[in-house]
Every structure is written in structure tokens, then in C-alpha cells.
């Protein structure tokens, strides 16, 4: 991995991708934006980036083409609840989107990171543990485009041998990027109005468990697999990752820790409900460990001190 294209840098994962790489020292580290979310500060200053519209093939590859780019991370999509809203558009960003990065890397020999998602499954999977391969049967227009993401980008590994790799992330928290429409966003937003001395109002109810993970350990995760050795991958599209299952009661305990006086109340938003009912308690990350080593290193306390410390900044 030397230059890489990141497609929608300046979303959630991709601008802490984007530095991450580069602080890193990686080659080229191209910061891939749509008019509109242009790169600000430390991200426009400190690398190259480019105007690049996943659904507009012929960008990419002019992009990829000047920038030498070997590794794609395509970051593109509209989260779950936004893409409920909008399920024309989450397709036409998640699928044809996909198709025009898997077509450029063919054509110019890169490798392809698209980011799957626990929304891949549905109500008939496992709910606890739910294994690396199950039932992928999800309700949701952002899980089916994941679904449908995983088993094309298998194909062009398959069928053309462009090198595809995927995790299925959980939700991920963080204190960089405000959240853009994610069923498990409630569990940054959560962090945000404790710093800020106000109640936090849930839109999830107490007791639903879904997995979550701190970004810093998720980055690691996007970029530890596509340095591993493809020797030992076996499963590539995509692989369970998981850190920590929890709940918003959870989460509320252990910033209570740190601020005493912080209050949660709960105000049911009956479409994220579903969405997070529909979704696995907890993953089995074994093949992830397994087959390249990953292991996340934040556990939920060390994840609340660092998001309190450098909000408080």
C-alpha cells in the first residue's frame, strides 16, 4: 500500500483515515471529496485531495490515473437511517458506486477496502455471537447494499483477482466527526451532551445491545487488513470485527463515572428501534484474530476517558 485514493474523506471514517495514513508516512494520500464537503483545515493542508463522485467512473480513474494510486478505500454510502429516507440514492452510492470502484481497480491493479456493516444481518440471524458465515437477511436498504457489496466485491476477487478486502464494522464512536444518520450514532451523541451539562435524550431504549467500537481501534482494523498477508485470508468480504457490546444504560454508567451529575431520558425513535432490533447483540470476531490478527485494544472505561478528555478540549 503505497498511494492510496480515499472515496469520501471527509466523512465519519474517512477523515481520520485520511490523517491516520498520512501520519503514518504512506505515500500519496488523496483525499477524495464531493462539492459541498470540501477537506478543511489539518485535512486539505496536509496532503493532496481531489474532486471525486463515486457514481461518475471516469473521476475516479482520472484520480487513480495522476495519483498513481495502488490501494482504493471506498468510504462512500448514506448510514442506515438516512438511507431508509433515501433508498434510491443509498443504492445508486452503494451499488453502482461500488461497481465503478471495483471497474477502475480492475482496469489500474488496485487493491479495494469497502466497509461492511453488522446491518448485513437480519432477524433470522444468531443474535449473540453471531457467526463470521450466517444468514445475511437484513430489512434495511443500507444492509442490503452491504450484503450486496460484500458478495459483488467477492466476485471481482474471483472473477478478475482484484484485491478486495472488508470488515463488517459496528457502530463507531468518536470524538472527531460528529455522526451522519447511523441507528448507533446515539452512542457518540451520548458523550457530546454530557460535556456540554445537558440531558441527553435516547433515542434507543435501555436494555437493546448492539457492538460498538472506538474509531481509533477501527482505523487500525482498515488498515492492519489491507497490509496483511492475502496468503492467509480466507473469508476477505467481510469479516466480523468486533470490541464491545453495549447499551445506552451501559454507556450512561460509565460517563457517570466522570460526571456525577448527568441525567439520560428516553425518547423511542420507532424506525432506529427497529433498525437496532433487526440487528445482532454481539459478534464472533474469531476469523478476524485468526486470520490476520486483529485485536482491539480500547475497552468501554478507556474508550470513555479518551472521548470525555479531548471533548472537554
Known sequence: MNNVLIIGSTGQIGTELTLELRDRGFGKVVAGYIPGAEPKDRLLESGPSAVVDITEAGQIAEVVSKY??????????????VA???????????????????????????AVFTPSSIGVFGDNTPKDKTPQDTIRNPRTMYGVTKVAGELLSDY?????????????????????TPP?????????????????????????????FMDMMYMRDALRAAIDLMLADPSRLIHRNAFNITSMSLEPETIYRSICRYIPDFRIEYRIDPLRQAIADSWPNSLDDTCAREEWGWKPLF?????TQDMLSHLKE
Open 68 to 81: 498513481k494510486v495502488d490501494t482504493i478505500y471506498n468510504l462512500a454510502a448514506l448510514l442506515s437511517a
Open 84 to 110: 431508509e429516507s433515501k433508498p434510491q440514492l443509498a443504492w445508486k452510492i452503494g451499488m453502482d458506486g461500488l461497481f465503478n470502484v471495483l471497474e477502475v481497480a480492475r482496469q489500474y491493479g488496485c
Open 156 to 176: 471481482y476477487y474471483i472473477r478478475y483477482g482484484v484485491d478486495t478486502r472488508s470488515v463488517r464494522f459496528p457502530g463507531l464512536i468518536s470524538y472527531v
Open 180 to 208: 451522519g444518520g447511523g441507528t448507533t450514532d446515539y452512542a457518540v451523541d451520548i458523550y457530546y451532551e454530557a460535556v456540554r451539562g445537558n440531558t441527553f435524550v435516547c433515542p434507543i431504549a435501555a436494555g437493546t
Open 299 to 303: 475497552d468501554l472505561d478507556a474508550m
